[in-house]
């Protein structure tokens, strides 16, 4: 429900009140909390219990998929409100070239999570040198904040992929009563003296 409030949240701020375009920034919270509460969800009712590498896999992907929603919806906007832009010419060329980048590192985080993430690092940084080298692009009220997202979705990609998913199973994925049981089993068994 509250990732719905964002969405609408986002369609006030692109299309209704472009002024109060803040509010996409200031509601992210929402985002965030009812990406967790959906993560909570996926927890309680996927048997077996997921590991900690498929609960942080569940939780970006859903998040990518909420941000892909609201880049096309931005995408749209921008094609609708702002003037014609030239796309064969700077700063014009780049919101093909954004959309392709973005759209490799959607296909590629389904199988390779640290390629996925220097796509997304790369997006923020050609969206950053395009702010700095083209100063109009700069006067576009909340819209120059939006790209950050982004840029963390692209390091929390490489943190998964480097420390998160290398750990396939440890015992604090188990739910108590089988993480009991796998720590006296543990126990037992370095206990025990073999003879040599």
Not at 11 to 32: H, Q
Request: hydrophobic share 50%; glycine share 6%; net charge positive.
């Amino acid at each position: 429900m509250l990732i719905i409030l964002y969405t609408a949240l986002w369609v006030n701020g692109i299309f209704i009140n472009r002024p109060r375009g803040m509010d996409i920034i200031t509601g992210l919270p929402l985002l965030i909390t009812g990406a967790f509460l959906v993560l909570s969800w996926y927890r309680t009712f996927r048997v077996p219990y997921p590991t900690r590498s498929q609960q942080g896999k569940f939780i970006l992907r859903l998040l990518l998929v909420s941000y892909l929603t609201y880049y096309l919806l931005f995408m749209v906007s921008e094609m609708i409100f702002w003037p014609a832009i030239d796309l064969l010419t700077m700063p014009g060329v780049r919101l093909p070239l954004l959309l392709v980048i973005f759209l490799t590192g959607f296909i590629l985080s389904w199988q390779n999570e640290a390629a996925a993430g220097v796509c997304f690092i790369l997006w923020y940084i050609i969206t950053l040198a395009g702010q700095i080298v083209y100063p109009e692009l700069l006067h576009r009220g909340a819209y120059q904040f939006i790209g950050i997202v982004i840029f963390v979705h692209g390091i929390l990609y490489l943190a998964y992929h480097f420390r998160i998913k290398p750990c396939k199973y440890t015992v604090y994925d188990l739910k108590p009563f089988d993480r009991a049981y796998h720590l006296t089993a543990r126990r037992l068994i370095t206990s025990v003296q073999i003879p040599s």
